[in-house]
């Protein structure tokens, strides 16, 4: 915080004070390039459209349905679990579940990272892992009883073990893995707009589905050693800590088509990004599993083609943020003419170091969790902004999401304004406050001297 008496320059990270709008927002139209047949205005007209009247209801029911699912399948999951815990043997399946927790932790606080710019809500990526670690598994399972028969049957005398692992495994596998991601999609399309959450999604779901069947081979290399450590370093060399993120790539593959779709079109935009999506998924998985089959030129392939795909996975997460934070400032400061932003504030929302300021100043006056919501809250509405661009084009079901999106758009704006204004409020507390100390600090001094004065003399 500055020092008391001064008010805080903008480049301190503060949020600037706008009594115009925070009653209402000023009444003055969008610039041209925001308004246009192709996406919504932001006269006074627009900002006072009727809330749709079912959109409560619809909230309310998805807000159950998502409760009820992650009951269910975090109860799928743990008895998943307790089902392979009994199978190999409690102490083996303690002994490798400790194992198995070192690449999930890699993988998730990888995908913390990831998100960090627009963070996903935690009951949605603990949904992912419980249907990634229990019903994709189990799904996988059954499916895959009946797939491999019919390959077989089909392939005359290929190796039944290479038919398993390079065709019917990354079949299977990433197709029970996607339904859960297109379940996500469902459940969570108000908070799923971009190829950065398609990515997280798929690859929450990916390391749960990894964490179950690292425990699987971790336990069954353990018994077939008769307890030996050997054959368990191996596996967990070459899972746990050459490929923790093998799984996690192959879906993301998949999330990012997916994501992408969810941002620049409607349902059936998403069920084909979903299809295409596959194709990579698959052949990434096919290709992973096919190097076992290598032996000693196994490593070879690992350096040459595993470890370069790898970093051309990095590379595009990297890319994928730098747009995230493009698109939110874009998008926010078409808020500008309206009234809900200054100009001053988009930067500091939009950028990482506007944001690392801001939530400085803010921790100067105990309000970092404040100012932190201030930023969540802005960065959705950059999102939201973007769904309602799209679509205001028409399109199958459009006008109903659009209706839908104006009144999470102006949810979310209101919002948004109360954060600010109870942001503001404390920090002219705090800079009170502390005005009041300075000057009670200068008042004893003066009292002091008075005291020590001789008296008058007549």
């Given at each position: 915080m500055n020092e008391p008496g001064q008010r805080p320059e903008p480049a301190a990270g503060a949020p600037q004070q706008q009594p115009h709008y925070a009653q209402a927002p000023v009444q003055q139209l969008a610039p041209a390039h925001v308004q246009g047949p192709q996406s919504p205005g932001?006269?006074?007209?627009?900002?006072?459209?009727?809330?749709?009247?079912?959109?409560?209801?619809?909230?309310?029911?998805?807000?159950?349905?998502?409760?009820i699912l992650l009951c269910v399948f975090s109860l799928v999951a743990v008895v998943t679990l307790a089902f392979f815990a009994v199978s190999i043997g409690a102490n083996v399946f303690l002994i490798c579940g400790a194992l198995a927790l070192l690449p999930l932790g890699i993988c998730v606080l990888t995908l913390r990272w990831i998100d960090k710019w627009e963070p996903e809500p935690l009951s949605a990526m603990v949904l992912g892992f419980c249907w990634g670690a229990g019903m994709a598994v189990i799904t996988t399972l059954v499916i895959g009883s009946w797939v491999q028969p019919l390959l077989m049957n089909g392939s005359g005398q290929a190796d039944a073990d290479m038919v398993g692992a390079v065709v019917q495994a990354p079949l299977v596998e990433e197709l029970c893995k996607g339904a859960g991601l297109l379940l996500l999609f469902f459940l969570r399309r108000r908070t799923f707009d971009g190829p950065i959450d398609g990515v997280v999604y798929a690859g929450i779901?990916?390391?749960?589905?990894?964490?179950?069947?690292?425990?699987?081979?971790?336990?069954?290399?353990?018994?077939?050693?008769?307890?030996?450590?050997?054959?368990?370093?191996?596996?967990f060399l070459l899972r746990g800590i050459m490929s923790p993120f093998a799984h996690v790539m192959f879906t993301a593959t998949l999330g990012l088509c997916v994501g992408w779709a969810a941002r620049n079109g409607g349902t059936l935009m998403v069920l084909g990004a979903w299809l295409v999506g596959m194709v990579p998924a698959?052949?990434?998985?096919?290709?992973?599993?096919?190097?076992?089959?290598?032996?000693?030129?196994?490593?070879?392939?690992?350096?040459?083609?595993?470890?370069?795909?790898?970093?051309?996975?990095i590379v595009g997460i990297v890319f994928l943020r730098r747009s995230e934070a493009k698109l939110t400032r874009r998008r926010l400061a078409e808020y500008v003419p309206s009234g809900w932003f200054t100009p001053q504030e988009v930067p500091m929302l939009a950028t990482g170091a506007g944001r690392r300021r801001a939530l400085h100043w803010s921790k100067t006056f105990a309000a970092g969790a404040l100012m932190k919501e201030f930023i969540r809250l802005a960065t959705r509405l950059a999102f939201t902004r973007q769904r309602l661009l799209v679509d205001s084009r028409g399109g199958v079901g459009g006008a109903g999401r659009f209706a839908r999106g104006q009144e999470q758009e102006l949810r979310l704006l209101h919002r948004i304004t109360a954060v600010r204004t109870e942001l503001l409020r404390r920090h002219g507390a705090a800079l009170w406050q502390a005005q009041q100390r300075q000057q009670a600090r200068l008042w004893q001094p003066e009292q002091g001297m008075q005291h020590r004065q001789p008296p008058h003399q007549p």
């Open positions: 932001q006269g006074p007209e627009y900002w006072a459209h009727p809330a749709p009247a079912q959109g409560k209801g619809r909230r309310a029911g998805l807000k159950a349905a998502n409760i779901i990916a390391a749960g589905f990894a964490f179950t069947e690292n425990i699987l081979y971790f336990g069954q290399a353990l018994n077939e050693a008769d307890g030996a450590v050997n054959g368990l370093v191996g596996i698959m052949a990434l998985h096919g290709l992973w599993n096919g190097t076992s089959f290598l032996g000693a030129n196994f490593f070879v392939v690992y350096v040459v083609l595993q470890v370069p795909l790898f970093v051309v996975f």
